[in-house]
């Protein structure tokens, strides 16, 4: 019998009973700007037990070994190196992770845990006991990538490339205090490109979620706004398959994400109503994610606008817990 309230089958009493108890929480990394996060959207939660860690212990080993196997679920919002450091602490099998951080999206034997991406991915992470959430940009490129590939739109071996925009508090806590010290270089005024590099920590989930045969050429850059997320592929219609045009492209996605409460794919033509502009920041806020298609008959670019911190981070991680409790996707989430 699973622990959890959400679940509102008829039972016996008995098994009611079982099912009233509260779910145990440990949230490794609570102090961190997801793990935070994570912590006030349980706020008002009576399915919810969280299990405490005093400040003075939290990156005590022994006292998270026995918080992580008390739990019934803990959330790892920590570095990589951190992250797999908790996993190899877990000893009570009943445990189930969800891991934030970069450490285990490619690794064999772990969910990813994106559920709108197919009717197998939202079982995994249902049955699953490993966990791993989406990284905030490899969200917005796979929302696009993954069902163009799977539909047999776009070729595996496209030079797929992206640019995106985001608010500067997906990049944690420190560079959160350069942004918003009282004195700061006038350059943090300015948008500014990074992993120039082209070996961002993303790319790789990018390339193996989607099945991409060469990982995406990828410009982010940071912006002077607190949270938000803006990413933009391009493409060459005459390289896609079958005389694709924005409006096809647009019916596709539409059919794709049909009934799916978290991904929105917009009227065409809606960014007219913007005067012709997307802003990065403009989901801030919301949990969900918008799908936007423009461009012409030669050339078509597909964008996803959503928030960093929401669908990109904790909203994710709470609508994996969500499905595995059994609950509605959205219980404790902003849409």
């Not at 918003?180 to 961002?200: G, M, N, S, V």
Request: with cysteine.
């Amino acid at each position: 019998m699973k622990r959890g309230a959400c679940s509102d089958s008829d039972q016996p009493i008995r098994e009611k009973s079982e099912m009233s108890k509260k779910t145990k929480i440990f949230i490794d990394g609570s102090e961190g700007t997801t793990g935070l996060r994570i912590h006030e959207r349980f706020e008002g939660r009576e399915d919810i037990e969280l299990l405490p860690v005093s400040s003075e212990l939290r990156k005590d080993v022994k006292e998270r070994k026995r918080l992580i196997n008390e739990s019934d679920i803990t959330f790892l919002c920590l570095p990589d190196d951190a992250a797999r450091e908790s996993v190899s602490l877990v000893e009570n099998e009943a445990v189930k992770i969800i891991d934030t951080s970069t450490a285990h999206r490619t690794k064999e034997g772990w969910a990813y845990g994106f559920p709108e991406l197919s009717k197998i991915h939202r079982k995994n992470i249902k049955e699953g006991k490993r966990i791993a959430v989406p990284g905030c940009y490899a969200t917005g490129f796979i929302t696009i990538i993954y069902p163009l590939i799977a539909g047999g739109l776009l070729p595996k071996d496209y030079p797929v490339s992206a640019f995106a925009l985001s608010g500067y508090s997906g990049a944690g806590k420190k560079t959160i205090a350069v942004y918003e010290a009282k004195e700061r270089e006038k350059e943090l005024d300015a948008p500014r490109e990074y992993a120039l590099t082209q070996k961002h920590k993303h790319l790789k989930e990018m390339q193996k979620i989607t099945g991409l045969d060469k990982a995406p050429l990828f410009s982010p850059i940071i912006c002077d706004y607190y949270n938000g997320m803006l990413l933009t592929t391009p493409f060459y219609t005459d390289m896609l398959s079958d005389g694709q045009t924005p409006e096809k492209i647009h019916e596709f996605l539409s059919g794709y994400y049909s009934g799916e409460k978290f991904v929105k794919v917009m009227p065409f033509g809606k960014e007219a109503e913007y005067n012709g502009f997307l802003a990065g920041n403009a989901c801030a806020g919301w949990d969900g994610i918008e799908i936007f298609v423009t461009g012409n008959e030669d050339r078509v670019l597909v964008s996803t606008r959503f928030d960093n911190l929401g669908k990109g981070a904790s909203g994710a991680a709470i609508q994996c817990l969500n499905i595995m409790l059994g609950c509605e996707e959205d219980k404790g989430l902003n849409l």
